[in-house]
């Protein structure tokens, strides 16, 4: 079979960041530059808020539930998604009901979006039903930043086109933390010194892949980029210090610890021609690769996964697999976050119960 996939455009570069790369709520989280203070600063070490995220995390996960749920009792979060998600969404969703947190979805398809109303009119049409938090899913790259200066609320971006995916890069470390630093509680630049996460498939679309070369790099890890040039521009590895390129999948698998699969994004493949049955030839993960190049790592994938392209059944249910874990991990890392987003107070970047940093 030769399965094409192509439709009329083609994006070659990856895309620019905004030109706001910070949040300017301190409870918002819209990219990874978010969770690092400079090396210099003076509140402590580069990595304090992811630790201080993680450790929120792995608290509230433990906590007896029918105290979790007086957290944020009665406070109001809208999730407002233009694009489809399970994950994120549901987890968001969960996440903010367990802390007690009343929430309320709107979707592009059963709102006045469909009618044409603006993310400015709808994010200031949420802020004043009493909304005290958005939590973001949009097609375009930086959308998050525009909704956060129009409402002047914490705002978590759970997706912005080709550009980041913040949440998801944490519960991925929190993943990878939990298979390979078992007990460590708390993360330092050298946490993962040492470690080889090997990323493949559709980079060039992938906003989880982008959030992991940011996020990942800031703790030690090398990233390993794998891909054909279509999916994967030369580019790429020019995004930050350790990314590293190479295109053959077998050589990649040799000595990572970490394999993180991605989809192809069809939804997004405007104008790039695939031919798919070369594309598992050279790209899929099957279980005789992984036992040839690299038997003890562990797999990951970001869902929805497609069976039979980029990794096959058998290598998704097997042993090696971590893609449910990092599901659950999703729960715990957006408690955290969206705690953050509600207590932390815009007069100070420092406010805390909890330390909302
Ligand atoms: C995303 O929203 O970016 C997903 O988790 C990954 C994908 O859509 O393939």
Redesign the pocket.
């Known amino acids: 079979m030769t399965a094409a996939v192509h439709s009329t455009r083609a994006p070659r570069t990856l895309p620019d960041a905004p030109s706001t790369p910070r949040a300017t709520h301190p409870g918002s989280l819209l990219g990874v530059a978010d969770l690092l203070s400079g090396p210099q600063s003076a509140h402590g070490a580069q990595t304090d808020r992811i630790a201080h995220i993680l450790d929120r995390a792995a608290f509230l996960e433990s906590e007896n539930p029918l105290e979790r749920a007086h957290r944020l009792a009665k406070r109001k979060i809208a999730l407002l998604f233009y694009?489809s998600?399970t994950?994120?969404r549901t987890s968001f969703e969960l996440a903010a009901k367990a802390l007690g947190a009343d929430t309320t979805l709107v979707s592009s398809l059963s709102s006045s979006i469909e009618k044409g109303e603006s993310l400015k009119d709808t994010g200031l049409t949420l802020r004043a039903l009493g909304a005290e938090a958005i939590i973001l899913?949009h097609p375009n790259s930086g959308a998050p930043w525009l909704l956060e200066e129009v409402t002047g609320l914490p705002v978590l971006n759970?997706?912005d086109g080709m550009h980041e995916?913040p949440s998801?890069a944490l519960l991925d470390l929190l993943t990878i933390l939990a298979c390979l630093r078992p007990g460590v509680t708390s993360v330092s630049s050298e946490t993962l010194a040492g470690v080889t996460v090997t990323i493949t498939g559709?980079i060039l679309h992938?906003?989880?892949a982008r959030s992991n070369m940011l996020l990942l790099p800031a703790l030690g890890a090398s990233v390993r980029l794998c891909g054909p040039e279509p999916l994967l521009p030369a580019v790429a590895s020019e995004i930050g210090p350790g990314i590293h390129l190479e295109r053959n999948f077998d050589r990649a698998l040799v000595g990572s610890q970490i394999v993180m699969m991605?989809?192809i994004?069809a939804e997004r493949l405007a104008g790039l021609q695939l031919d798919l049955d070369e594309y598992k030839r050279d790209y899929q993960l099957t279980a005789e690769r992984l036992a040839a190049h690299a038997p003890d790592a562990h797999l990951l994938h970001?869902?929805?996964i497609i069976r039979g392209l980029e990794l096959t059944a058998e290598v998704a249910d097997g042993p090696h697999s971590r893609i449910l874990d990092q599901v659950r991990n999703g729960v715990a890392i957006r408690m955290a976050l969206v705690e953050r987003a509600l207590t932390a107070s815009p007069a100070s970047t420092h406010a805390s119960p909890g330390g909302a940093r």
Do not use: F, M, N
């Open positions: 694009e998600s994950r994120t899913r759970a997706g995916h998801q559709d992938s906003r989880v991605l989809r994004q970001p869902g929805p």
